[in-house]
C-alpha cells in the first residue's frame, strides 16, 4: 500500500487514519464518559471521501474495507451530512463515494475520520464553518479527527491542544482482523485513573521521543488484550521488527502501531510483518505539512 501523495493528503475528503501514541484514562464524568489525555498524530494513509451533487442523500462504499460496513445502516457519512444539513438549514443533497481503506472498529479512528470528511467537504461547498459541538456530538474522536494535524487531546476528546514539535519518525500500523467495541473496552478498564502526561515542548529525535513515550502508555491495552489475545502477538511481532522503537497499541484497539526511525525504515517492517489476515502499513509518522 502506497503512501497519499502530499497533495492528496490535504483534500478535504481524506480521512486519514488516527493514532493514539499515549492514552491516558485521567477520569471519568458522571455520564460515563472517560476524560482521556492522548498525543494523535495522522500519518498519511486512509479513507477517501468525494462528494458529487444529487437529488438526495446517498453513499456508495467500495475498497477493501468495504464488506465490513455492508450491514451498517446508520454510517457516519450520513449521520455527518444529516445533522450538518439541519443545522445549516440545507437540504442534504449530496452523493459520497466512500473508498474504505482502514480496517472497521479499530482504534485508529476510521469512522471518525470519516464523519469529519464528510463535514470538511460540506463545509466547503456550503461555505460555511463546521460547529465544535455538533462534530463532538458525532464520536468523541471526530474533533480530533477534523484537526488532521498532531495535537495534544484530553476532555473526552474535544479539547485539542498544541503537540509538542515532533522530529521525523515512522510508524507501522498492524490489525489483525478482530474488530474490537469501543464502549466494552472502557467498560473492562479497571484499576485507578493515569495522571495527565508530562511532555516537553519538543523532541529532538525519533529515539528520544520514544524514550518518552515508552514511560507513558495506554491505558486501554491490558483490557483490549484481555478480549482480543491476539493483540499480544500483534505487539510482539512488531517489537521483534528491525529498529522498532516502541509498540503499543492505539485506542480502544486492535490495531498497534510500532515507532520506527524513519518512513523507510517502517515500511520495510510493515512488510516483513505481513500475515494472513493481518492489515500492515508502513511509512511517514506524520502527513507532509500542506504546500503553497
Ligand atoms: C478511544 C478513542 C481514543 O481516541 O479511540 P477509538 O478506539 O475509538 O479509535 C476515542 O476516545 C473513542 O472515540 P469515539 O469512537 O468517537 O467514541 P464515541 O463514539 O463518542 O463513544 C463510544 C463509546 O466509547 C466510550 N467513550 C468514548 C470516548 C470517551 N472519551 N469516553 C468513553 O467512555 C463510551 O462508552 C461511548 O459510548
Ligand atoms: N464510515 C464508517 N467507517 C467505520 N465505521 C463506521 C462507519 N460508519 C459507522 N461506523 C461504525 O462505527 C464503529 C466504530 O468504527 P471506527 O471508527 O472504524 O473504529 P474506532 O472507533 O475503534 O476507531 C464501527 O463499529 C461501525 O459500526
Redesign the pocket.
Known sequence: MTDASPGFACAPGFACA?VNLHLHVTGRRADGYHLLDSLVVFPPVG?TLSLAPAAGLSLA?DGPFAPA?SG?G????LRAAARFAAHAGRAPEAAFR?V?T??????????????AAALRLLAARWNLPIPPDLALAL?A?VPVCLARRPVRMSGIGEILAPAPDLPEFGLVLVNPGV????PAIFRARAGEFSPQADLPPAWPTAGRMAADLARLGNDLQTPAIALAPVIADVLAAIAAADSCLLARMS???ATCFGLFPDAEAARRAAAGLARDGWWCWGGAGQMAPAQG
Open positions: 488516527k479513507d462504499v460496513l451498517e446508520d454510517n457516519l457519512v466512500l474504505k482502514l480496517p472497521v472498529a479499530s482504534g485508529i479512528g476510521g469512522g471518525s475520520a470519516d464523519a464520536g474522536d474488530a474490537v467495541s469501543t485506542g480502544s484497539g
